[in-house]
């Protein structure tokens, strides 16, 4: 079944601690990314990855990080350092460029 | 000026009626357009993918893109309370970047 997962689903945190959220794909697609969704906002890109063990900064990377050790698999780390963590984070992949990207489930985080 | 602009809505239609979604944007050199369903608490779901100008026609929705008026649409025919969603329009930028609308949340009372 190939696809695109994100865990957990919902995610609780409390101030000053980090948070990692999981994204796994067997879409055998070379491109990672991570979306934050906030209310009309759209999606703001966070990161990307193009190929294992490279990933570049997107519009809003501040208070994040990310690592691509493997194809299948680019996690995401919300640090104490991001003033507003709230929000619904996508990921997404493809194979680069104009190629559709595809979506995973989404992750919501709270900061309580 | 926003690269792409989208009315958030929400807007609310009757079962039956035809729905029209839009965009608008700033950089005359996309070429590639796309629209995203986006139903509540899910991710985006590709639902239409056209090039250059012209309609693409796909059951009840059609995408129009009119490149001179940097104006791209989203028709849908005979809507169905299942269509309530949020609609996304997605423009890929040519390097490994997408820039998206916020949105229009669609409401199809039966």
């Known amino acids: 079944d190939g696809g695109i997962t994100q865990s957990p689903k919902y995610l609780f945190r409390k101030e000053g601690q980090n948070v990692t959220l999981s994204c796994e794909q067997n879409?055998?697609?070379?491109?990672m990314y991570w979306y934050r969704q906030d209310p009309g906002q759209g999606l703001r890109l966070i990161y990307y990855?193009?190929?294992?063990?490279?990933?570049q900064k997107g519009d809003i990377a501040e208070g994040y990080s990310v690592s691509r050790e493997k194809k299948e698999s680019f996690p995401l780390t919300v640090t104490s350092a991001q003033k507003n963590p709230t929000a619904f984070y996508l990921c997404?992949?493809?194979?680069?460029?104009?190629?559709?990207?595809?979506f995973g489930p989404g992750t919501r985080l709270t900061v309580l | 000026q926003k690269e792409v602009e989208q009315d958030p809505g929400p807007l609310s239609v009757p079962e039956g009626a035809i729905v029209s979604l839009n965009c608008t944007y700033s950089?005359?050199?996309?070429?590639?357009f796309m629209w995203y369903r986006q139903y509540s608490r899910k991710g985006p779901e590709l639902l239409m993918y056209?090039?250059?100008?012209g309609n693409k026609e796909d059951g009840r929705f059609t995408a129009q893109v009119d490149k001179s008026s940097k104006y791209i649409s989203l028709f849908i025919r005979d809507s169905q309370p299942s269509d309530s969603a949020t609609y996304l329009c997605?423009?890929?930028?040519?390097?490994?970047?997408?820039?998206f609308g916020t949105g229009t949340r669609l409401k199809v009372l039966a």
């Open positions: 950089n005359s050199a996309f070429q590639y």
């Open positions: 997605a423009i890929p930028t040519g390097t490994y970047k997408y820039i």
């Open positions: 879409l055998n697609h070379d491109a």
């Open positions: 997404a992949t493809n194979n680069g460029g104009a190629d559709t990207q595809y």
């Open positions: 990855s193009q190929i294992v063990n490279d990933f």
């Open positions: 056209t090039y250059s100008s």
